[in-house]
């Protein structure tokens, strides 16, 4: 069952008391240490990208070399090669989904639909996990080692959140499972204030940014991605903190990057994905236009269809997969074994035999420039396509040193695409969003060649149409114009083509949306995440509030019994309570299950009904300490001869001093003008009405119930 985060703030008075206590310096050092976290999320991240960079290449060029000696050993034989190839890739990618299934299901994928969901607040368990980064990290090193096709920035942008989340909170639990608890956290004054859903979503949204600088070398594009495509709570004063992480995960990786070649500290690599170099007055005319707007319509066309087809698939896997563990290893079984023989037989079989162009390569030994069956002094140029990693393949298409033929283009589009649709959503740590990338690169450069010579008046340039139609599929597919634009303009260091990437971006959204709204949404329908869109459907609007609220309340009087307190936790599964007073039946405020529980942990009931004075008080430290893993009220046995009071200071009370704080925010949020403001609300009317997030959520996917 998915339950939901609560990013409301709980002013009780015990809050108000803490933030009256705070001195000015306090606050000062509270909010230095948010930027402190910031930082350290950013170079983690940029740590973590760079470690799956080195660790993906060594596997990679490891099985290559091998590869090649057992031809060169052979005298370029077919099968001893091949099998070698094809069973390597497989055993690596058969690694990586063992590690998904049998440790961290929630690894699997690319996560940044979960991430996503977990940011407007549905609680995914275990999305956050320690265990999930490094079955994550470990996972699409051995994905892409094996020859998927899979990318590496969508498992950076789940696993920067994932660090977001565990240096916000100030400890990984997995580590506690392990190691013992000791070892698992640490305790400090400023930094349990940030131990709560809302700060941690604010956390896990710049972890998000640093994925995505640090995967195309774009803070403001991880920023703007953060914005428009993963939280729909969004509070001004984090767009700094924001930058500053992605500016410090890109420089990281890039300063980690210089130093492979002994060339510390020149920064000419910011990202994972580099757009080639040859962009600088790459050149572009009004008179092309038209032609722009054709590659736009196609890769909406073409990202709505791949769309479809990934959700087909999302749907059969959740049908048949889900309880059957077999089914995803002989799933990924399958399509590495088929992938490592397509790659491997199609250059063999239909090879492009291309001379070194310069004399340097020829003692090369790598993906690009792989001899694969030709002759002495060339290379196979179809392997270059197929054999390369996709960011080298994505360089290679938006590079005018290279040159493809229009049928090598042909034959690697529809590959790039097939495989790149069964792989995503299969039970290992995957991307989509390089792949996709690379995918649009062959087309629109295809675009590019074909009409070149048609139209010579036009001064085409096949990079641009590339780029092009790399911006156009990938628009057609996530839909997120603004962030995406971003991305691609700081990919390519060239403001000059923002114009018609923004363009093609834009309007491959709109046909895209004519048909579905995005990959992301289209996992939110098989997923079941209770998403709210920004408006409400229309045969809601003549709904009232009463038509999607329960009668039948679960509710508390302000002094219970241990025995009822327990009996409505272990019978319900409300997050949230509404607290009666005895004496005239109004309502007193709510209260939260987590703060039931742990006052239960903390045995802070009374005897007797004249002890209420001299209960327990549980301060605030202790709820921090226990989040976000509250005791559970199952196995543990409570008195029943006891009164529980449920205290004041831990109700969210209606009075004037919390309704100031909770109208200033209201109103900075949303500017409305009017408040209408109640001291006591009257509960017990004629009849009660009670709503939570799950009846909203209901009347938003159309569930209409009536009660």
């Not at 057992?70 to 990618?93: H, M, N, Q, R, T």
């Not at 990934?310 to 399958?334: G, H, Q, S």
């Not at 239960?600 to 202790?622: C, G, H, M, W």
């Not at 309704?659 to 009017?674: C, D, E, G, L, Q």
Request: hydrophobic share 50%; charged share 15%.
């Amino acid at each position: 069952m998915i339950e939901s985060l609560d990013y409301d703030q709980i002013e009780n008075r015990l809050l108000l008391r803490e933030l009256a206590a705070d001195r000015t310096m306090f606050r000062k050092v509270h909010q230095f240490w948010g930027w402190i976290v910031v930082a350290a999320v950013g170079v983690a991240t940029g740590l973590t990208a760079f470690a799956v960079l080195k660790a993906a290449n060594f596997l990679t060029d490891l099985k290559f070399k091998w590869t090649i000696n057992l031809a060169d050993e052979c005298d370029d034989c077919l099968w001893k090669p091949l099998l070698f190839y094809v069973f390597s890739g497989v055993i690596l990618c058969l690694m990586s989904v063992f590690l998904t299934v049998f440790i961290q299901p929630a690894a699997g994928g690319g996560g940044i639909s979960q991430i996503k969901g977990y940011l407007n607040g549905v609680k995914i368990p275990n999305i956050v996990r320690l265990s999930t980064y490094f079955v994550k990290v470990i996972g699409v090193t051995l994905a892409i080692a094996g020859g998927l096709v899979v990318g590496k920035a969508s498992p950076m942008v789940h696993s920067g959140a994932i660090i977001a989340a565990g240096f916000l909170q100030g400890q990984f639990l997995s580590l506690g499972n392990v190691f013992g608890g000791r070892f698992a956290r640490f305790r400090m004054g400023i930094a349990s204030r940030y131990r709560n859903d809302q700060q941690k979503r604010d956390f896990i949204a710049a972890g998000v940014a640093a994925g995505i600088a640090a995967s195309y070398g774009a803070p403001l594009g991880g920023l703007l991605f953060a914005i428009e495509d993963s939280a729909s709570f969004w509070r001004q004063k984090l767009i700094w903190r924001i930058c500053l992480c992605g500016a410090l995960s890109a420089f990281t990786l890039n300063f980690l990057v210089s130093g492979i070649d002994n060339k510390w500290g020149l920064l000419v690599r910011p990202g994972l994905v580099k757009f080639g170099d040859a962009f600088t007055n790459g050149g572009f005319t009004a008179w092309q236009f038209p032609l722009f707007l054709l590659i736009a319509i196609i890769g909406g066309l073409m990202g709505s269809l791949f769309v479809a087809g990934n959700l087909l698939m999302a749907k059969m896997r959740k049908k048949y997969f889900v309880k059957r563990k077999w089914l995803p290893i002989l799933e990924v079984f399958v399509v590495s074994l088929i992938t490592g023989l397509s790659v491997y037989l199609i250059p063999y079989l239909a090879p492009v035999c291309v001379p070194f162009q310069n004399e340097t390569w020829k003692n090369r030994v790598d993906f690009r420039h792989f001899r694969f069956y030709c002759k002495e002094g060339s290379y196979n140029q179809m392997a270059t396509l197929f054999f390369a990693s996709q960011e080298g393949t994505m360089e290679d298409l938006l590079s005018k040193r290279r040159e493809f033929a229009m049928w090598e283009l042909l034959v690697f589009v529809p590959f790039q695409l097939f495989f790149a649709g069964i792989t995503s959503g299969m039970a290992i740590p995957s991307g989509l969003l390089v792949p996709s990338l690379v995918a649009g690169a062959a087309y629109g450069r295809a675009m590019g060649q074909l009409l070149l010579p048609l139209l010579p008046q036009m001064q085409i340039e096949p990079v641009v149409f590339a780029l092009l139609g790399a911006s156009a599929m990938l628009s057609g597919i996530f839909r997120t114009p603004i962030s995406l634009t971003a991305i691609i303009i700081e990919g390519t260091s060239d403001i000059s083509l923002s114009l018609p990437i923004m363009f093609t971006v834009f309007v491959a959204k709109w046909v895209g949306d004519f048909f579905d709204s995005g990959l992301y949404n289209a996992v939110y329908q098989v997923l079941k995440y209770p998403i709210l869109p920004w408006d409400p459907p229309s045969w809601a609007t003549w709904l009232q509030a009463r038509h999607v609220m329960k009668t039948n309340i679960v509710k508390m009087k302000a002094v219970e019994t241990v025995e009822n307190v327990v009996n409505i936790l272990r019978n319900s599964t409300h997050n949230g309570f509404p607290v009666i007073r005895e004496e005239d039946n109004r309502f007193a405020g709510i209260i939260l299950r987590s703060q039931l529980t742990m006052l239960l942990k903390e045995n802070a009931f009374v005897y007797s009904r004249e002890d209420i004075r001299n209960q327990k008080e549980v301060p605030l430290e202790t709820f921090r300490s226990a989040y976000p893993r509250f005791p559970s009220i199952n196995n543990k046995q409570h008195p029943t001869q006891h009164e529980a009071l449920l205290p004041p200071t831990l109700i969210l009370g209606l009075c004037h001093s919390i309704a100031s704080i909770r109208n200033y925010r209201t109103r900075r949020k949303t500017r409305i003008r009017h408040f209408h403001l109640s001291e006591w609300i009257k509960l017990l009317h004629k009849r009660q009405y009670c709503g939570t997030g799950k009846e909203t959520s209901q009347l938003a996917s159309g569930w209409r119930q009536w009660y």
